[in-house]
């Protein structure tokens, strides 16, 4: 079983010895054979010949102190930022260990990121934090009717084990030009895949959106065998979560309805439900994604109630920023989408570009390249 443990706990606040506890008492970890990278030189001098982390389950263990940082992630993170492959083929999951209650989330979506760029998928559902008083624990610790020190184990192992089960993934073939040509030989049908259903929602304005300009480039580079699904919720009205109660919002979601009777629980429900992945596009206006595909992720708490998991489901996206900003968009996905609702996250997951005024995307020198390298690679991962 082929499993590294990234380690940076050297930390001055209490909470880097509970991270040293904690890894030591997983069962599911010690069971298993692994390698330890014990603080950022070892990881540093590792790096130095990456092979070692590609194709590789690994976990990814931080300590933050009462400021939220550490300094040994900040040379660890120049590093893999640096590798563009270093992590090829490989799985990720983390524990994030923080001295106050701010930080955690968002140093494991800066990591998670750096990663994927690097060419690591990531784990759906990734994650396990620990704030310093450990209430984020409260609720699982009641249901499971035990201490908040032994929930924060027991979600800590479940991570293990989950990273350990998960097959890995990569590129199924390096060349996927082929699978769009067409047929001359009925044998040759077996050759190829089942068949893939990818689901695409967007709030763009079709005739001057770059974003929209760019996913219809990508559509028109992918094989045959995936199926498109397109919805649009430029005009609709769609509520945000209300917030029922858990016996509430169980019930429907088991009936695959939502409190709010509309499109998202008449369309993309089971839209998603039948889909092998899903794509977003997103125009990046405001550092932020568009109000009413945050209004759909709020509102699939209610399928996922049913559900538990999404992690039969690959998450994509297309960003164009019109500045800059688009990895403030990735980190959104990743956590709202990846950490919290569990969707599988593949290597390079997010298509980002700049363009800002109406048609600049076709002034991107190679844009027709790009896309067609992209869809080549969703392709790959649908396979």
Known sequence: MALTVIRLDNVTTENGQRLKNLLAGLPHLQETPHEVFDGAEAFLEQMKTPEQFKGRRVLFCVALDDT?????????????????TAFDRSLLALIIDTAGDLYSKS???????AINNAGGAILG??????TGSLKNFKIRAMNYNMSLENAYAFAADRLVRRLLEEPLRGEASPDHSKLT?????????D????????????????????????????????????????????NEVIHDCRGCSYDVCHSMGKRTECFFHDI????????????????????NRNDALAANLTAFINRLTAIFRKRELFSD??????????YSGSDIIEKQLIAALGMNKTFSIPPHFALAVTANAPGEIFEVEGIEELAGRYASHVAGMLW
């Open 125 to 130: 559902g990734p994650l396990v934090e620990a």
């Open 68 to 84: 939220g940082t550490n300094d040994d992630l900040m040379d660890v993170l120049r590093s893999i930022r640096r590798q563009k």
């Open 313 to 322: 489901k690959k998450l994509f996206a297309i960003i164009v920023s019109g």
């Open 107 to 113: 140093s494991a979506c800066g990591i998670a990121l």
């Open 181 to 189: 040509e067409k047929l001359e030989k009925p044998e040759e049908i």
């Open 264 to 283: 998202v629980d008449t369309t993309i429900y089971p839209a998603l439900e039948e889909a092998d992945a899903l794509i977003m596009l997103c125009a």
């Open 191 to 234: 050759a190829f895949p089942p068949h893939r259903r990818l689901l695409c929602l967007h709030t763009n304005h079709t005739e001057s959106s770059n974003t929209f300009s760019l996913w219809q480039m990508v559509k028109a580079a992918l094989p045959h065998y995936i199926e498109v699904a397109e919805i649009s919720l430029e």
